[in-house]
C-alpha cells in the first residue's frame, strides 16, 4: 500500500512556478522521500529525491518539512512538457531486505499557456 | 545519465504463444526488475534481480519467468500468453539494493496486447 498522499490533480499556468504537495506522515527515520513523473504511456522519469535536507537539481526543487510528514515538490517555471502524472513515493523494505516501490495514485499536473 | 533500454515498444501476440520482452541497461547495475502497469492497479514488481543468474519473485510472478545471464540484460518471459496479461511492462535498474538512496530508473514501457 502506498505511505504517500497527493492531490489527484492540479493547475499551473506555463511559466509560473509548480507546487506540488504530499504527505506521508508515516515515514520512518532512515526513508527516503522520491519523486517520479510519467508522461502518458512512457516509462516514470526519476526527478529528485530526499532525506532530510531540501535538495534541488536541474529538473526541480525538494522542500522536506523538518518532522518530515511532508514535501513539496517544486517545478520553477513550469513548461507544457511538464504536464504528466507526479508521484510521490517513500522507500518501503521488503520481506528480504530488497526495497521496492510503491507507487500511489499521484498527482495530474496539467500545464496550460 | 543512465539508460534502460526495452527492446520492443509495442507488440501484438497471440493467446498461448512465448513472448520475450528484452531489457538493457548501461550503467552497470546489479539490480534489475521487471513490473507491469495496469489502470488503477499501479505498478506491480513481477520479478527482480540483484545479480547475475539471480533472481528473486516480485508479487505476481504467476505466468512470467526471468532470465538474467549478462549482467546488463534483463529479460522477462511469458511462458504462455494470456489476454490478462495485456499491459505495460516496465524494466527498471538501480545500482544497488542495500542501503537507502539508491534510485531506480525505468525504461520506455513496452506495450503487451495478447489478442
Known amino acids: 500500500d502506498a505511505k504517500t498522499t497527493q492531490p489527484p490533480s492540479m493547475d499551473c499556468a506555463e511559466g509560473r512556478a509548480a507546487n506540488l504537495p504530499c504527505n506521508h506522515s508515516t515515514i520512518s527515520g532512515n526513508e527516503y522521500v522520491y519523486w517520479y513523473r510519467q508522461i502518458h504511456s512512457q516509462g516514470p522519469q526519476y526527478i529528485i529525491h530526499?532525506?532530510?535536507n531540501n535538495e534541488t537539481n536541474e529538473m526541480a526543487s525538494l522542500i522536506i518539512t523538518e518532522d518530515r510528514k511532508s514535501s513539496t515538490l517544486i517545478l520553477p517555471h513550469a513548461t507544457l512538457r511538464d504536464t504528466a502524472v507526479y508521484y510521490c513515493?517513500?522507500?518501503?523494505?521488503?520481506?528480504?531486505?530488497?526495497?521496492?516501490?510503491?507507487f500511489g495514485t499521484g498527482t495530474r499536473l496539467l500545464v496550460s499557456p | 545519465d543512465v539508460k534502460v533500454t526495452q527492446s520492443s515498444r509495442y507488440l501484438v501476440k497471440r493467446t498461448g504463444e512465448k513472448v520475450f520482452l528484452e531489457c538493457v541497461q548501461d550503467m552497470d547495475h546489479e539490480n534489475m526488475f521487471w513490473y507491469r502497469q495496469d489502470p488503477g492497479l499501479g505498478l506491480r514488481l513481477i520479478y527482480f534481480s540483484y545479480d547475475v543468474k539471480m533472481k528473486e519473485k516480485g508479487d505476481i510472478p504467476e505466468g512470467y519467468s526471468v532470465s538474467r545471464e549478462k549482467k546488463e540484460r534483463f529479460s522477462l518471459i511469458l511462458e504462455s500468453a494470456s489476454t490478462n496479461q495485456t499491459s505495460m511492462y516496465l524494466c527498471?535498474?538501480?545500482?544497488?539494493?542495500?542501503?537507502?538512496?539508491?534510485?531506480?530508473?525505468f525504461g520506455e514501457g513496452s506495450w503487451l496486447t495478447v489478442v
Open positions: 527498471a535498474s538501480s545500482l544497488t539494493i542495500s542501503g537507502s538512496g539508491n534510485t531506480i530508473y
Open positions: 513515493i517513500v522507500r518501503v523494505a521488503g520481506d528480504t531486505g530488497f526495497q521496492k516501490l510503491v
Open positions: 530526499g532525506l532530510k
